[in-house]
């Protein structure tokens, strides 16, 4: 079974803005206020399926500008992006790290973000760090919080390391997450080839037709993907 297009997954770490402010709360803050706005601290990614995972970061060699183009090189290869809120987050975080950076605007690359699915299982939390092992999946890697932050600004090498692990953990669980979640993804994007017969969503030439879909007007016969259980409906026919 050959995997369908280019799909990335990925995770990035943020660092906090730094501004002044005069309480601990209900705090407003101005444009004069900020000091450090933030940016993109690292990233982890990997194709779906390779045993490799990538990892960009700013402490590495040709610091920012380096690790950003860098990873904008693999996004641009992509043609699909699995993320954990990424529409919301990550795929926004990034689009203005390349602007800042001078690249060219990346190809048009469509987004499939595990959140949006999750949330409709109807969990207690949604949260990767309950998500993962609710399903037996795997767990994130405890860290110290804003304090490893604090450490890795800081230049201190063993936070470096330990925020090298855990976001490539994350990355990784992410993967684990996608493939168990795919086949309840129903409007997961079609990764095939063309018109072609096989599955759109994992590649699988395995697909089974399994009675039809009914609505008021039409009718259209229902696929099931023998490879990861998907369900598609074919062109669908006006009955009145």
Known sequence: MSEPGKILIYDIEWKPTTALVWRAYDENIGPDQILEHGGL????AKWHGDDETMFFSEWGEG???AMVEEFYRVYCEADAL???NGD???NRKVMGEFLLAGLAPPPPIVSIDCLKQVKRFGLFMNRLAFVGPFFGLGKKIENEGI??????MAGEPDAQERMTAYCIQDTELLEELYDFIRPYIYNHPFLGEGKSASCGTCGSTHRQKRGVYRTRCFVAQRYQCQGCGQWTTGTRTKVQ
């Open 63 to 65: 610091g920012h500008q």
């Open 88 to 90: 919301k987050y990550d």
């Open 41 to 44: 601290l690292c990233v982890s």
């Open 82 to 84: 699995v993320t954990y």
């Open 147 to 152: 304090n490893l932050w604090k450490k890795v």
